[in-house]
């Protein structure tokens, strides 16, 4: 009879794991449904205002983006600094990821004022005249607010590090109520259009930003932001933070570049195709959310493992969170494919749309409690190790061979139109899936660790 190994000196226990996941699992619901929110309250504004946002949404997704990537690089260096209890250390980087991600923000900010005209008349194209107001409306507001989306995911990124994610969870409950009802006043009551949808979400962003720096500026905390008013660069704890950020960074912003390249073909398919997309894409949100809480929990639990030094743990730990991931995915598409035809009853679709929609769905979920796992809480462990560059370069050659190629090659020359587009999307997680494997076996990415 086999021996049962003893964990007790391990440095997460059940208890300690629940504490982290189920509060990130409420904090990606609120962000979903927040999102859902939005959208209902401005397309009672219309659908020139719908489009406006949404094209101004496509840019500050790409910079909330990169902004986590940076956040994740100094989650990852903090953590690895907190397993080695080098806590002043720890102290030091999460103080220099604040002040670089607020400069760079800063930065960025004054750039899209100094080029709005360009952005709204050169990026986004052609586009009707009423689109191009909403737009500008839009755009000029909820770009004072990349700043403070730079400083709540450098301070969130820092909270989880220390194995508190009830405080993002409870900024984000806050950031709904917020949005829901200062949408609500201001589309409802004070009919203030496109302003009245964008002045809450600023405000809501100022408010998380407050509400997630406060605490950590204390010293009682582990992990602190060193109060001072005067930044002082330490490159050698940027450039350890920009090895994990700027890989992580550049794979997420192909990935959102790849989504609008696909998007374009969808277009081609017809209305059917583009509603079909469009409803799959906001229930694939809910299919995959307990596997984005469970990615985000992989950093802080993993670098503190590899800043101790012990791959056993690292192990331990990243077979515990897939199978956590893989039951999670299980629970939540079982629902979902029992709520199927509730679904496409409140969307109202035709015969055609509703018949390839709910073949999408089921097609992902089960594709979902498959791949998904491997093909995204495995790369998590190699960031969180320090391996971030092989992750870069797997997902972006998968990406543009794999699941850009495949929509093409399915959904446009053998005609499977938009259910073509989500079987390339599933190879490209099933190429991911087996290269990371291959990685994780490898042992190659034990060698990586960044301090």
Known sequence: MLEKADRSNYLFDNKSLLVLVVPLIIEQLLNVSVGIVDSVMVSRVGEAAVSGVSLVDNIMILLINAFAALATGGAVVAGQYLGQKRYNEGCKASTQLVWFITILALGITLLVYLGHHFILHNVFGKIDADVMGHAKTYLLIVTASIPFMALYNGGAAISRTMGNSSLPMLISFIMVIINTVGDAVGVFVLRMGVAGVAIPTLVARIAAAVLVIIPLCSEKKILHFKKSWRYRPDKSMIKKILSIGVPNGMENSMFQLGKIIVLSLVATFGTYAIAANAVSTAVAMFQILPGLAISLAVTPVIARCVGVGDYEQVIYYTKKMNLITYAGLIIINSIIFLLIPVI????????????????????????????????????????????????????????????????YLLGGYFGLGVFGVWIGMVIDWVVRAVCFIIRYISGKWKKEAIV
């Not at 409140?346 to 791949?371: D, K, P, R």
């Not at 560059?389 to 495949?406: D, H």
């Open 344 to 407: 496409m009853k409140i969307y109202n679709l035709s015969a055609q749309t509703a018949q390839v929609t709910q073949s999408i769905i089921i097609f992902h979920g089960i594709a979902c409690i498959i791949i998904w796992p491997i093909a995204f809480i495995l790369p998590g462990t190699f960031r969180a190790a320090g391996d971030a560059k092989i992750c870069m370069i797997i997902s972006i050659i998968s990406m543009w061979v794999f699941r850009i190629g495949f929509s």
